[in-house]
C-alpha cells in the first residue's frame, strides 16, 4: 500500500524525498504479544484524547477540580495547593508542566499549560532563591539558578510559544523543566549537606527567619545527583 504523506512547508535547502515512494511496514498481526496488549484496551479507551486527560489531571491536583477553561482561572479565588507541577511529579510521564508566572505577586492569574517546554537560553548571572518541591514534604534549601531565561514551548492547543522570563518566574520554570528531565531542586542546593529541615509547624517560622540563621538542618547529599543545566 502506497502511503500518502504531505510535507509540510518544506524549506529550501531540505530534500524530503519523494512522498510517493514511501511504503508502511504492516504490522505483524499475528504477533501474539502486540494483540494481547492491543486487546486488554476498549473502544473508548482507543479513542480518548490521552494528553487532554492528563493535563485535566494534573489540572485537578493543582486546584482540586477539573478546570477546561484556563479563562476560569482569572476568577479563581481558592488557593492552588501549589505554583508549579510537572507530569512527572505525580507519576505522568510526559513532558507536561503547569506554571503559575504570577508568583512573586500578587493573586493566582497567570497559568500556563506547557508541552515540551525547553530552555533556548539562560543567563550567566545567577541569583540565590530558597526553593522547596511538593515531592519534599520537610526539606526547603537556598538553590543557584539562572537570573533570567528564555524557553521554547507548545502551548496546550499545540502552538509554538516563546517566552522570557526573570526573577521568580525564571526560577519557578527551571524547577518545573529540571522535573521533566529528573532533575530536582536538592541537586542545585548551595549545600545539601545543610539543607533545611522544616515541618508544617515550623513553617511560620521559617518563612520569616533568614536562610542562614535556619539550625534545623538535614543532610540529603546521598541524593543529590551531579547535573548540567539542559543545553539550550
Ligand atoms: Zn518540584
Known amino acids: ?49 490521552a494528553q487532554q486527560l492528563e493535563i485535566d489531571a494534573l489540572l485537578d491536583y493543582v486546584y482540586g477540580v477539573n478546570r477546561k477553561d484556563l479563562s476560569d482561572f482569572s476568577r479563581h479565588d481558592q488557593k492552588p495547593k501549589t505554583v508549579g507541577l510537572s507530569a512527572p511529579q505525580v507519576g505522568i510521564m510526559k513532558q507536561i508542566t503547569i506554571v503559575d508566572l504570577s508568583i512573586g505577586r500578587r493573586g493566582y492569574h497567570d497559568i500556563h499549560v506547557l ?8 543567563s550567566q548571572t545567577v541569583v540565590g532563591r530558597i526553593e522547596g518541591c511538593v515531592n519534599f514534604e520537610t526539606v526547603w534549601g537556598e538553590t543557584r539558578r539562572s537570573r533570567s531565561i528564555r524557553i521554547a514551548a507548545l502551548d496546550r492547543s499545540g502552538n509554538e510559544i516563546e517566552m522570557k522570563l526573570s526573577g521568580w518566574p525564571a526560577t519557578l520554570m527551571q524547577h518545573e523543566i529540571d522535573h521533566l528531565h529528573g532533575h530536582l531542586f536538592i541537586d542545585r542546593l548551595i549545600d545539601p549537606r545543610r539543607a533545611h529541615l522544616v515541618t508544617d509547624s515550623d513553617f511560620g517560622d521559617y518563612r520569616k527567619a533568614k536562610s542562614n540563621e535556619w539550625e534545623k538542618v538535614i543532610d540529603v547529599s546521598d541524593q543529590v545527583v551531579a547535573t548540567k543545566v539542559p543545553a539550550p
Not at 530534500?15 to 511496514?25: P, V
Not at 508541552?115 to 539562560?122: E, G, I
Open 1 to 49: 500500500m502506497r502511503s500518502q504523506v504531505r510535507a509540510l512547508s518544506p524549506r529550501p535547502g531540505i530534500i524530503f524525498g519523494d512522498a510517493n515512494r514511501l511504503t508502511l511496514t504492516p504490522l505483524d498481526t499475528h504477533d501474539v504479544r502486540l494483540r494481547q496488549a492491543c486487546a486488554q484496551l476498549t473502544r473508548p479507551q482507543l479513542r480518548q484524547r
Open 115 to 122: 508541552l515540551n517546554p525547553r530552555l533556548t537560553w539562560s
